[in-house]
C-alpha cells in the first residue's frame, strides 16, 4: 500500500489501552462493521466530516460558507453529505470548531514523531504505544514500519486488533514488532457474527488460536478480550462458547469490557442513523451486577480477569 | 458636579439619628470611651457626583453631625452612585467592607475608624444585625445545596475508604535506619486512640478569637509608652519590642493541654484566633458584633473579649503599619492603588515574617548558648555603638522572656501532675515539666526534649510575629538524630515498636498544637484568601547540605501523620532530588496525597536550586533551602526572605494596556498613556506587548514602593530581636533582622493570572495580527461587552488559538516573555533591607478574588470568572494532561525564583488499583521534574464528590483541597472559590 493511512486521532495519556501511560494511535477503517462500535468514525477508510451541535454557537457562517448548499438546520444531521463535496471550506470558517475533517493523512515520520513526544511518560510508567483503530492490520506495511520504528526507540508496543487479517503478512511485516496483542473475540457463532459484524469469523478465531499457540511457546503475549454487548455479545450461549474455546487452548486470562452507549453520540456527528435493533439495553451503561455475572462465569471456569 | 438631592437629606437625618442615639443613652456612650479616653475620630460619606456630603464626628464623648466633610476627616467613604448608598443601607455592617473590594465605595483614610463606625452601627441594629446574618447565612446554604450541590452519601464514605488500604514500602532508603516499613503501613488514625480523640476534638472546635495577646502588649505599652518612653524619651523600637514581649511571655497563661505530649500553647482558647492590632487587628473592629455569625469561617468572640478589644483598639487605629505610611508618606499615591485591591495588594501590610527561622539553633543549643553568643557580641563593641548595643541587648532580653515562660509551663505540668489521679497521665506530665525545666534553655538531649523546645520556641516567635507563613522548615533534618539515638538506647524489638508508637502520637500532637492557632480571617479576606490558615509549612526530604540524600525515619513518620490527620495546617511539602531520592520516597509522597486529597505539594531540587542561584552562591546554604507559606523558597535559617510580600494582578496591567492606562472596573486613569486601541495606535504585536509591559511596571513600581515603605514601618513598629536571634546573621551584625540583619535578604512577590494573560497576548497576537482574521477594534468591542453581542468571536478566540498547555511552542514562549517581563521589573529595584525582589507564579486564592474584580478578557474569559490558579493551564487548553505537564515544564525557572503553584486534579477510575493510582502520579511527577519542572500538587477528587460536600458540608470537615500553594477544608471556602476549584480541569489518571 504505498498510500498513507488516515489516521483518527493521536490519544496520549491514555491509561485504560494496556499497561502504563500510553499513547494511541486510531486508524480509520476496518473490515468489519460491528452495530455497536465505539468509535463509529473510524469505521470507514474515507475521510469525512463532522457536525458537533454542542459546540455549534449558531452564528450559520458555514451556510454561506458552503458551495454545495449541503448544511441546513432543517435536517437533524445538519450536513447533507449526498450534497456535501468534503471542501471542507466550512471548517476552516467555523469559528467554534463545530465542523470538523475527519481522519488525516499521516506519513510514518510524523506519527513516529508525535508518539515519541510521549516518551519519556512510557519510560516512567512502562507504558508504550497502542495501535488501534479502527482496524491497525488494514495498513499492514505502514504499521510493521511505524512499529519497528519505535520499537527501536525502545517504546513498547501493543496492538488492538479484531484478529481479521491474513496471517502471514502480519506475522511476517508486524509480529516481530510487538511486544503486547490484544485480540477480539466477540462473537462465537458465525451467522450471528456476521449479522452484527458484518463478516463471518473463521478468519478470526483461526488467526487467534494460531497467534495463542504462538505465545504459549514463548512468542508474543497476547491477551484475548471480549465487549460486553447487551444480548448480542453477553448472552449465557456466547459466553460459554467463548470459555469453550479457551479451555481448549488453555487460555487462562481474558478482559470484559462492559458495555457503553457513548458511540451513539458520535454516531449522530458523523450522520448515521441509530440502528433499527439498538433495544433499550444499548441506550444505558451496563449495570455493573450484570458485569459481575459475566464475570463469574469465567472465574468459575478459572479464567483470570485482567 | 450635581448639586445635593434627597439622599444628602436622607443621610442627613440617619446619621442624626445615629447621634441622638449615643449622646442620649448612657448603655451606648460608654463604647465611645476607652482606656485612652475618649474616642475621638470623624469619618465623611460622600457620593461621587455630589448629591451626597455629610459627615459624623466622634468628640469628647459626643457625636455630631456635619454638613460638609472636615480636612481633617479620619476617614471618608466615596459612594460611586446613590444606588450604592442606598445598598449600603440594607446590608450588615460587616458587608460594607465587601464594597469597598467591589470597588462600589472608595475609602480614603483610617480603616480602623471605618471599623470603629462599623461596630457603633452594628451596635445600633443590635439583634437585627445577627439577624440580617442568620438569613444571609440560611440563604448561602441554601443556594449552595439547590444551585450547586448533589447529593450522594456514598461519595464520602469512599473517601474515607481511602485510608483503609495502604501500600508497603518496596525498598529502603539510605538514611532510613529504623523503620522496616518506612511507609508504616500497618498503622491508621484508629491505631491511636488518644489521637482520634485529639482530631475529632479539633475538627469540631469552632475557632475563638484570642484577646490575651493584644491585650497583655496593650497594657505594656499604655504603661510604658509606645513612641516614648514614661521619661519622655523616644524608645529605641528593639529595646521597647523586647520589653513588651518579656512581659507578654511572663503573663501569657501556661498551658498543657489534656491528653496532650507536647507543652504550651499560643493562646488559651482551644482553637485560638490570634490577633495583631499593629497590623491587622482593628481589621476586625467592625465585625466584634458579628464575627460569630457571618457566614464564612465564623469565629466564637465572648462578650469580655469583644470589650476588651473596643477598648484597645483606639490605642493601636493610629499605630498600624497602613496609619503609619499614611501619616509619614501623606497619604502616598502607591497605597491607594494598594487600597482599591484590584491592581495590587501589600501582604506586608500584614504580615512580614514569611521565613524559615533557625530552630536547630533553639533545639540543639538553646536559649543560654544563644544568649552567651550575644553577650560575646556585647564585649566587642566599640564604645557609642549604642543601637548595636539595645539591638543586641533586646535580643537577649525576648531570649530571657522566652525562658521565663518555658519555667511557668514546668510549674504548670508539676502542679498538674500531683492532681492528675491517671498514673501514666501524671507520669507524662511529670515528665513534662521535667522538659520545660531543660528546654528551651539547654539543648535537647531527646526526641520529646527536641520537640518541644522546637515548639515552645515557636510560641515565641509567634507571640511576636503574626501567625502567617512563619514557617518551621526540615523538621525531618532538625529530628532525626534525636529518633536514631533513642532508638539505639533500646534493645528489645518489642520497646521499640511502642517507641515508634509514642514518636508518632508525639508528632501527631506537634502537628495539633501547630493547628491550634488561625491566623485572623476579617470578612474580606474570605473573598480574599479564603480557608486560608496560618501556613505552616514543613518541608521532608530532598538532600543535605553536602548533596546527600536526606530521606530518613523521620522523614516517614511525618508522612504517616500527614496522611493520618489530614490538616489543612501545617502545609506539608516534600523536596525530590532527580537520582538522589528514591522511588519508594515519591511513591510514598503519591500515596499520601491520594489518600488526604490534596498533601504534600512536592517540589524539584534541582529547578528549585537552578531558579534561587540567582540570589546566593553557596550551594550548600541554597541545598538547605525549605518551602515557606505556600511553596516559597528560603535558605534555612540564614534568610529573611519574607517570601509573600506583595501580589500583583497582572490581568490588571492587561486591562490598563487595552485601555491607554485607565482600569475600567476602578474607574480610574491611573497609568501611564501608553496607546489606544480605539485610535489604531498599536501597528505591531510588539508595539502592544510594549504598552502591556509599561502598565506592568508601573504597578510594579507602585507596590514596591508600598512594600519599602511597609518595610520601614515594621522597622519602627515592630522590630523582630526574637526572631533576629532565629536569623543567621542579626547577632553578628548586631542589626535586627527588620533591618537587613540576615546574611540573605530577599522579598518575594507573588504574580496572579499568567495563563490568562498569556492566552490573552497569543489571542492578540495570532488572530489580530498575525493572520488578521479581526481587528483590534472589533475585539476590545467584544470584551468591552462582555462577548455578548459577538458568540462567534468568543467561539473563535476560544477555539482557534493555540494555549499556553497544549503543547504550543509559541504559546510557551509567550509564557516565558511574560515571566521575563516580569522578573526584569523586579529585579531592577532593591527592598527595605537592600535586597533583591523574587518573583513567583502561584496566587493564594487571589486568582479568584482578582478575577471577580476584572472584565472579560481576550483569551475569551468572561468578565468577574475566576482566573487559572497559579501557572496551571485554563481547563481547556488540551484534553491530555501531558501537555499540561510538558509546558509548565519548559517554563524558565530562572524568572520564578519564588517558585510556582502548578495545580492539577486528578480523578482515578473507580476499579483502579492502588498500585496503579500510585504509580501513575508518580510517573507523571518524575517525568514532569525530569523535564525540568519546579513544583506540583495534586487534587485527587472529582467534581461531583466536591458538590456533594457544597450540599453537605457536615460529612466533609476533613475534606483538604489545594487553592494554590496552600491546602484549606473545602467547605470552609467561599462560594466562588468552591466553583473554581469544581471547574478545573479533571484528568483520569
Known amino acids: 500500500m504505498s498510500k498513507n493511512p488516515l489516521i483518527l486521532e493521536i490519544k496520549g495519556n491514555s491509561l485504560d489501552d494496556g499497561p502504563g501511560i500510553r499513547s494511541v494511535v486510531f486508524f480509520k477503517g476496518c473490515p468489519l462493521s460491528c452495530i455497536w462500535c465505539h468509535n463509529p468514525e473510524s469505521k470507514k477508510a474515507i475521510v469525512e466530516i463532522s457536525f458537533d451541535s454542542n459546540e455549534c454557537v449558531g452564528c450559520n457562517t458555514c451556510l454561506k460558507t458552503c458551495p454545495d448548499n449541503a448544511l441546513s438546520r432543517e435536517n437533524p444531521f445538519f450536513i447533507d453529505r449526498t450534497r456535501c463535496n468534503l471542501c471542507f471550506a466550512c471548517v476552516t470558517d467555523c469559528p467554534s470548531g463545530a465542523m470538523e475533517k475527519v481522519g488525516r493523512e499521516m506519513t510514518i515520520s510524523v506519527l513516529v514523531e508525535k508518539v515519541l513526544k510521549d516518551k519519556p511518560f512510557f519510560d516512567t510508567s512502562q507504558g508504550g504505544v497502542t495501535f488501534s483503530g479502527g482496524e491497525p492490520t488494514l495498513y499492514m506495511l505502514f504499521l510493521a514500519e511505524a512499529a519497528k520504528v519505535l520499537k527501536e526507540k525502545g517504546v513498547h508496543v501493543l496492538i488492538e486488533t479484531c484478529g481479521q487479517f491474513r496471517y502471514e503478512t502480519f506475522m511476517d511485516l508486524v509480529y516481530p514488532y510487538v511486544d503486547l496483542i490484544y485480540f477480539d473475540i466477540k462473537i462465537m457463532d458465525s451467522r450471528i457474527h456476521k449479522k452484527y459484524c458484518g463478516l463471518s469469523n473463521e478468519t478470526i478465531l483461526e488467526n487467534f488460536k494460531r497467534l495463542y499457540r504462538k505465545f504459549q511457546e514463548g512468542g508474543v503475549e497476547i491477551l484475548p478480550r471480549t465487549p460486553l454487548i447487551p444480548d448480542i455479545t453477553d448472552t449465557n450461549e456466547n459466553l460459554s462458547a467463548i470459555i469453550s474455546l479457551f479451555r481448549e487452548e488453555n487460555v487462562n486470562k481474558t478482559q470484559l469490557m462492559p458495555y457503553h452507549p457513548l458511540w451513539q453520540d458520535k454516531n449522530q456527528k458523523i450522520g448515521i442513523k441509530p440502528p433499527s435493533n439498538s433495544g433499550n439495553k444499548m441506550g444505558e451503561w451496563m449495570e455493573g451486577d450484570r458485569v459481575k455475572i459475566c464475570k463469574k462465569l469465567y472465574t468459575d471456569a478459572g479464567i483470570l480477569m485482567e | ?989
Open chain 2, 1 to 989: 458636579m450635581r448639586t445635593k438631592n434627597y439622599m444628602n437629606t436622607l443621610t442627613n437625618w440617619t446619621l442624626r439619628l445615629m447621634a441622638a442615639q449615643f449622646n442620649y443613652r448612657p448603655s451606648l456612650q460608654k463604647y465611645l470611651n476607652s482606656t485612652d479616653g475618649w474616642t475621638n475620630f470623624s469619618i465623611g460619606l460622600k457620593t461621587e457626583n455630589g448629591t451626597v456630603e455629610q459627615a459624623i464626628q466622634f468628640q469628647n464623648g459626643r457625636v455630631k453631625v456635619l454638613k460638609y466633610i472636615p480636612d481633617h476627616a479620619d476617614a471618608t467613604m466615596r459612594f460611586i452612585s446613590d444606588d450604592v448608598l442606598k445598598e449600603m443601607v440594607k446590608i450588615t455592617p460587616n458587608e460594607t467592607i465587601n464594597l469597598i473590594l467591589k470597588n462600589k465605595v472608595i475609602l480614603d483614610g483610617n480603616m480602623a475608624y471605618l471599623g470603629a463606625f462599623n461596630y457603633f452601627v452594628s451596635l445600633l441594629m443590635g439583634k437585627r444585625h445577627q439577624k440580617m446574618l442568620e438569613r444571609a447565612n440560611r440563604q448561602e446554604v441554601k443556594s449552595r445545596k439547590e444551585e450547586y450541590g448533589i447529593t450522594n452519601p456514598e461519595f464520602s464514605e469512599d473517601l474515607l475508604k481511602r485510608k483503609n488500604f495502604r501500600l508497603k514500602a518496596e525498598t529502603i532508603d539510605p538514611g532510613v535506619k529504623h523503620l522496616t516499613d518506612p511507609y508504616l503501613s500497618q498503622y491508621s488514625l484508629d491505631s491511636f486512640p488518644r489521637i482520634k480523640m485529639l482530631h475529632e476534638k479539633h475538627l469540631h472546635t469552632t475557632p475563638e478569637i484570642s484577646a490575651e495577646r493584644p491585650v497583655l502588649l496593650t497594657r505594656w505599652y499604655r504603661k510604658n509608652g509606645f513612641e516614648k518612653d514614661t521619661n519622655g524619651n523616644p524608645w529605641f523600637s528593639e529595646i521597647r519590642q523586647a520589653h513588651a514581649f518579656q512581659y507578654l511571655m511572663e503573663n501569657k497563661k501556661p498551658i498543657i493541654r489534656p491528653e496532650c505530649l507536647i507543652a504550651g500553647t499560643t493562646c488559651p482558647e482551644e482553637v485560638g484566633v490570634l490577633i495583631y492590632p499593629d497590623t491587622t487587628g482593628t481589621v476586625i473592629w467592625g465585625e466584634l458584633g458579628s464575627i460569630d455569625k457571618r457566614v464564612l469561617t465564623p469565629y466564637f468572640i465572648s462578650d469580655k473579649t469583644a470589650q476588651e478589644l473596643h477598648d484597645i483598639f483606639p490605642f493601636w487605629a493610629k499605630r498600624t503599619t497602613r496609619a503609619w505610611i499614611h501619616e509619614k508618606y501623606d497619604y502616598p499615591f502607591c497605597q491607594k492603588i494598594d487600597e482599591r485591591f484590584v491592581a495590587s495588594f501589600n501582604f506586608k501590610l500584614v504580615s512580614i515574617s514569611h521565613t524559615v527561622p533557625d530552630l536547630p539553633r533553639f533545639v540543639n543549643d538553646g536559649t543560654k548558648a544563644m544568649i552567651e553568643e550575644v553577650r560575646q557580641q556585647i564585649a566587642v563593641l566599640d564604645e557609642g555603638e549604642t543601637d548595636k548595643l539595645n539591638t543586641l541587648r533586646s535580643m537577649i532580653l525576648c531570649l530571657e522572656g522566652l525562658n521565663s515562660y518555658a519555667a511557668n509551663l514546668a510549674q504548670e505540668a508539676g502542679r498538674l501532675a500531683e492532681k492528675e489521679t491517671d498514673l501514666k497521665r501524671k507520669a507524662e506530665l511529670s515528665e513534662l515539666s521535667r522538659i520545660c525545666r531543660h528546654v528551651p534553655a539547654n539543648p535537647a538531649r531527646t526526641l520529646d526534649e527536641a520537640v518541644n523546645s522546637a515548639w515552645i520556641s515557636w510560641i515565641g516567635l509567634l507571640m511576636e510575629n503574626t501567625n502567617v507563613s512563619l514557617s518551621p522548615g526540615r523538621l525531618d533534618q532538625l529530628f532525626q538524630p534525636f529518633f536514631d539515638k533513642d532508638m539505639k538506647k533500646l534493645s528489645t524489638k518489642q520497646e521499640k515498636k511502642q517507641y515508634l508508637e509514642h514518636v508518632l502520637e508525639l508528632i501527631s500532637c506537634y502537628f495539633l498544637r501547630n493547628a491550634e492557632h488561625h491566623a485572623l480571617v476579617p470578612d474580606v479576606s474570605n473573598y480574599l484568601f479564603g480557608g486560608s490558615q496560618s501556613e505552616t509549612a514543613i518541608t521532608v526530604g530532598g538532600v543535605t547540605p553536602q548533596g546527600k540524600d536526606a530521606v530518613n525515619d523521620m522523614t516517614y513518620i511525618f508522612l504517616k501523620v500527614t496522611e493520618m490527620l489530614s490538616l489543612s495546617d501545617p502545609n506539608m511539602n516534600a523536596r525530590f532530588k532527580l537520582g538522589v531520592n528514591s522511588d519508594t520516597f515519591l511513591k510514598r509522597l503519591c500515596e499520601v496525597n491520594y489518600i488526604t486529597v490534596a498533601t504534600p505539594s512536592m517540589h524539584n531540587d534541582d529547578a528549585v536550586i537552578e531558579a534561587f542561584s540567582q540570589n546566593a552562591d553557596k550551594i550548600e546554604d541554597l541545598r538547605d533551602w525549605a518551602s515557606t507559606g505556600c511553596v516559597e523558597i528560603t535558605l534555612s535559617g540564614k534568610h529573611m526572605s519574607h517570601t509573600g510580600a506583595t501580589s500583583v494582578n497582572m490581568v490588571a496591567g492587561l486591562e490598563m494596556a487595552l485601555n491607554n492606562g485607565y482600569h475600567p472596573l476602578m474607574n480610574w486613569h491611573l497609568g501611564p498613556k501608553t496607546g489606544r486601541v480605539e485610535n489604531n495606535d498599536f501597528k505591531t504585536f510588539d508595539d502592544f506587548f510594549k504598552a502591556f509591559a509599561a502598565q506592568q511596571k508601573f504597578i510594579i513600581d507602585n507596590t514596591i514602593a508600598l512594600n519599602n515603605m511597609s518595610a520601614e514601618a515594621y522597622a519602627y513598629l515592630r522590630p523582630t530581636p526574637l526572631l533576629s536571634t532565629a536569623i543567621q546573621g542579626a547577632v553578628q551584625k548586631a542589626k535586627d533582622v527588620t533591618k537587613g540583619g540576615a546574611i540573605y535578604n530577599t522579598s518575594g512577590s507573588f504574580n496572579i493570572g499568567l495563563c490568562d494573560v498569556v492566552d490573552s497576548l497569543m489571542v492578540i497576537k495570532k488572530l489580530v495580527f498575525d493572520e488578521k482574521r479581526i481587528s483590534f477594534k472589533e475585539l476590545k468591542e467584544a470584551i468591552d461587552s462582555n462577548f455578548q453581542y459577538n458568540p462567534s468571536l468568543h467561539a473563535m478566540v476560544l477555539k482557534k488559538v493555540s494555549r499556553f498547555g497544549s503543547g504550543s511552542d509559541e504559546a510557551v514562549e509567550m509564557a516565558n516573555r511574560v515571566t521575563s517581563l516580569i522578573h526584569s521589573c523586579y529585579k531592577s529595584t532593591k527592598n527595605f533591607r537592600g535586597g533583591d525582589y523574587t518573583v513567583g507564579f502561584w496566587s493564594v486564592a487571589q486568582h479568584v478574588a482578582y478575577g471577580t474584580l476584572s472584565g472579560a478578557l481576550p483569551s475569551g474569559r468572561l468578565a468577574y470568572r475566576h482566573f487559572s490558579p497559579g501557572v496551571t493551564p485554563d481547563a481547556s487548553a488540551s484534553k491530555n494532561f501531558l501537555d499540561n505537564i510538558r509546558d509548565v515544564a519548559r517554563l524558565n525557572p530562572r524568572n520564578m525564583d519564588n517558585n510556582i503553584a502548578f495545580n492539577v486534579k486528578l480523578v482515578p477510575a473507580a476499579d483502579d488499583s492502588r498500585e496503579k493510582i500510585v504509580n501513575t502520579m508518580y510517573s507523571y511527577v518524575k517525568t514532569y521534574f525530569e523535564q525540568g519542572g519546579m513544583q506540583i500538587q495534586f487534587n485527587m477528587v472529582n467534581s461531583d464528590v466536591l458538590k456533594d460536600a457544597m450540599a453537605n458540608p457536615e460529612n466533609y470537615k476533613n475534606l483538604l483541597v489545594r487553592i494554590s500553594g496552600y491546602n484549606a477544608y473545602f467547605v470552609n471556602l467561599n462560594k466562588d472559590m468552591q466553583i473554581e476549584i469544581i471547574e478545573r480541569a479533571e484528568y483520569r489518571s
